[in-house]
């Protein structure tokens, strides 16, 4: 099975930006497609983003567009969430998934990278 490990994750002003990185090693094929989720204590987790490998579409939640965005470095399997004008109610794990095929759901999860904005 495919690893991911995130990291960048931690504490910022409203206002303000991070970028998550998410690692990926192991068995990474086949690969559909790799996205972020996040999930807030007591509420269910939701779909961020999720970029296509074949051809780098990418699919934003409403909450998120035009402040977030998704990019790739194939050379160093890493996929990375660009996090702009964070807001408090951005407050969440943010888990790396990996999607082995179309029609597979999402296989493999990272452990999860604590973001916290303050208002």
């Known amino acids: 099975q495919a690893q991911l490990a995130e990291s960048g994750g931690g504490l910022v002003q409203a206002g303000g930006s991070l970028r998550l990185s998410c690692a990926a090693s192991g068995r990474t094929f086949p690969r559909f497609a790799m996205g972020w989720f996040r999930q807030a204590p007591g509420k269910e987790r939701e779909f961020v983003v999720r970029?296509?490998?074949?051809?780098?579409?990418?699919y934003y939640a409403d909450s998120v567009k035009g402040r977030f965005t998704i990019s790739r470095d194939n050379a160093k399997d890493t996929v990375y969430l660009q996090m702009n004008s964070l807001k408090p109610e951005d407050t969440a794990v943010y888990y790396c998934?990996?999607?082995?095929?179309?029609?597979?759901?999402?296989?493999?999860w990272g452990r999860g990278t604590q973001v916290t904005v303050s208002s």
């Open positions: 998934a990996f999607q082995s095929t179309m029609g597979s759901g999402y296989d493999y």
């Open positions: 970029i296509i490998w074949s051809g780098g579409n990418t």
